[in-house]
């Protein structure tokens, strides 16, 4: 039984590999990052050593890349291009260099070959009597592609060498990379600069790769004819000298101590380099010795990289702007050098509010270190001050709306007896520009009137021409105009039409949300919306100003009840309320009263394995249960995933709510089916 699921598990993580090395190597596409791609790799050899009977044959320990694709003519390399071990810390590179004293027997000293990794595209140059004859990409290590005459696009890679003590035969390898400058250019077309030199290498007609910047490092060497050479640094010396481009910031040295005190120097350096990198490499400097140490079945004994943060990286800030949401907010983003961070290019950051500004001190023009994790959104971590320039001045943050010139405040917290971090325009209605294209973007989004074809760049494009000035007039739109517009056409004007013609049919609970009130988000919408029953209620209670009523409503407080109060105390949003539901067929909640899990409550908090939250919320309430977005007495459950926050399950034992994780939910379901 054990072994069965450890057998499910691995080859769950096998298929898995092989996608995402087909959008990798295949389609020049990847749909993770760096780090989240190691990270698989060594969950799969984890398991392999655990259990060694797993072992398959599409392992990552047996094989490198992906099948060359069929568009190309394939050439088997002389000497395989094997990927690299990876390092993430100083036990790492310890376990690496006790290897090698366990392989030599014998604690033999030598120096390491520090070289930069470049993020880019693998490739092999093949000279025969001095002229370039094959140029190859990795493929799958073993077989690659001829991409010879794309190649011989790139300006860094000489077509023929002159001098006399170059070999008769050789094979160089090295990096085709984009430099970040050239990258904005053509960043419309490309996730990221890899992608870019990836995809132009790939191209069937050389003069299309011709048009993109590609650049070229040369770093090692797979056959070489009478090698003369006795370390790696010599040979980087030789490359130089025959005219290749090596990097600059090649290093020789000599301990483990010397190797991470010069990482950690390096991956701030990093950033002011004009090409991406994801690491350093560090190679036994002797040949002789590389020899001995020879290759595993995937990777050289003699070098491994040691991977940079991925979720992390400095750049300049150009300018601060303010960006104001929904419901006033005013959000200080910062404006930045493009920078790669786990395989997205970053431009944006943001800096969360006037306090953290503060707090931080960052200014225009600092030098600071960027962080991103998963898909939250990039924001600073730090000021690097020693780089800053004397003459900057702090940041003034406005105490007038940028967009419509009202006084911004900071509201007092009764709760927390202090002043709210973030400030905002104290205009509720549709009288600040920025506020009302927001609050449209809201009514349009997945979880309110969910228009497909209408997004974000749409509602601004359809603001700017004076298409629609509030939600109700998506619904009065001119489409023979539209029709004539740039980008539109019969096809997708008729799709738009028929978006906002099924967005008319809504229930309730998205129809309240979609309003955008503060602090009414989609689960305080659906217990308004269970608790009023129809929009002829909703309507009438805010007609006559009878808030209250809500507050009878488990999950709807003080806070929630102000913000209605404060939000219809603005006649221009009643009256958009009246028009809607004149407009709108709005369909009154479908209760299932007797379900398994009546009276019961549910919060979620982290990541649920192998099923959305929108799943798991919906097979709650399904079966009569409620889910929630805050903890209180009253909550039953707190189901909890990967990474989950660490508040809420201190405060969930505090208060004795049952903690539970998603097995445990299904066990729940499915013990009382």
């Known amino acids: 039984m054990v072994k069965d699921i450890n057998k499910n598990k691995y080859d769950l993580k096998i298929k898995e590999l092989i996608r995402h090395n087909k959008l990798y190597y295949d389609r020049s596409s990847p749909s993770i990052s760096d780090s989240q791609y190691d990270k698989l790799k060594k969950e799969i050899i984890e398991l392999e050593n655990k259990f060694p009977y797993l072992v398959s044959k599409n392992s990552p320990s ?69 002229k370039l004859k094959y140029g190859v990409s990795r493929g799958d290590g073993r077989t690659g592609e001829i991409i010879t005459e794309n190649l011989k696009t790139i300006k860094d890679i000489p077509l023929e060498i002159k001098n006399k003590d170059f070999p008769n035969e050789i094979e160089i390898r090295g990096e085709v990379f984009i430099k970040n400058k050239d990258f904005t250019n053509i960043k419309d077309k490309f996730a990221n600069p890899r992608n ?183 924001h600073v971590v730090e000021v690097d001050k020693s780089k800053r320039n004397n003459s900057s001045k702090s940041f003034k943050f406005p105490t007038k709306c940028p967009s419509c010139g009202s006084n911004t405040i900071k509201e007092f917290n009764r709760a927390t007896k202090k002043y709210d971090a973030v400030r905002r325009c104290t205009n509720e209605g549709f009288g600040c520009e920025r506020i009302s294209i927001e609050k449209i973007k809201h009514f349009i989004s997945k979880e309110a009137l969910n228009i497909d074809g209408f997004g974000k760049k749409v509602v601004e494009k359809f603001w700017n021409l004076k298409l629609i000035k509030k939600p109700q007039d998506i619904f009065k739109l001119d489409f023979n105009l539209i029709k004539n517009l740039e980008g539109w056409g019969e096809l997708s004007v008729k799709n738009l039409k028929n978006s906002i013609q099924k967005s008319s049919n809504t ?37 006559k100003k009878e808030f209250e009523k809500f507050i009878n409503i488990d999950g709807i407080g003080e806070t929630q009840i102000n913000s209605l109060k404060a939000f219809f105390s603005e006649q221009s949003n009643f009256r958009i309320l009246i028009e809607l539901q004149n407009i709108l067929k709005i369909q009154s909640p479908n209760l299932i009263k007797n379900g398994i899990l009546k009276n019961k409550t549910f919060m979620f908090t982290g990541k649920l394995d192998g099923i959305s939250r929108a799943e798991a919320k919906s097979l709650i309430e399904n079966n009569s249960g409620t889910t929630v977005s805050n903890i209180s007495k009253s909550l039953d459950y707190l189901v909890i995933g990967e990474k989950p926050t660490k508040r809420k399950v201190d405060q969930a034992k505090v208060l004795k709510i049952e903690i539970i994780s998603k097995n445990d939910l299904l066990k729940l379901l499915n013990s009382v089916n």
Do not use: C
Not at 241 to 256: A, H, R
Not at 514 to 532: D, W
């Open 62 to 130: 047996k094989n490198i890349g992906f099948i060359p694709s069929k568009n190309f003519e394939k050439f088997k390399h002389k000497i395989p291009m094997m990927s690299l071990s990876n390092a993430f810390d100083k036990e790492d590179l310890k376990n690496f260099e006790k290897k090698i004293f366990n392989f030599l027997n014998d604690r033999i000293k030598f120096n390491y070959s520090v070289e930069p990794k470049i993020d880019g595209i693998s490739a092999s140059l093949t000279y025969i009597n001095k």
């Open 196 to 378: 870019a030199a990836s995809g132009s290498l790939r191209q069937k007609d050389p003069s299309e790769t011709k048009k993109i910047p590609l650049n070229f490092i040369a770093y090692t060497f797979g056959y070489f004819e009478n090698d003369f050479l006795k370390y790696q640094s010599d040979f980087l010396i030789y490359l130089k000298k025959w005219g290749f481009k090596t990097n600059k910031d090649n290093k020789v040295l000599s301990s483990i101590e010397e190797l991470i005190n010069f990482h950690k120097k390096f991956e701030n350096k990093r950033y002011n380099l004009d090409y991406d990198l994801d690491g350093l490499v560090y190679k036994v400097n002797d040949l002789d010795l590389q020899k001995r140490l020879g290759f595993t079945s995937n990777a050289p004994r003699w070098a491994i990289a040691h991977k940079f943060s991925a979720d992390s990286a400095f750049t300049k800030i150009n300018n601060i702007e303010i960006q104001i949401g929904r419901t006033g907010a005013l959000t200080p983003v910062a404006k930045v050098e493009p920078v790669n961070i786990g395989g997205v290019v970053v431009s944006n950051a943001t800096l969360h509010n006037e306090d953290e500004i503060i707090r931080k001190d960052i200014r225009t023009g600092d030098i600071v270190k960027i962080e991103r994790a998963g898909d939250v959104i990039p």
């Open 507 to 543: 229930s309730l609970q998205r129809f309240i949300y979609s309003l955008g009130i503060r602090h009414i988000g989609i689960e305080n919408a659906k217990l308004i919306s269970e608790n009023v029953k129809n929009i002829s209620t909703f309507i009438e209670i805010i007609k």
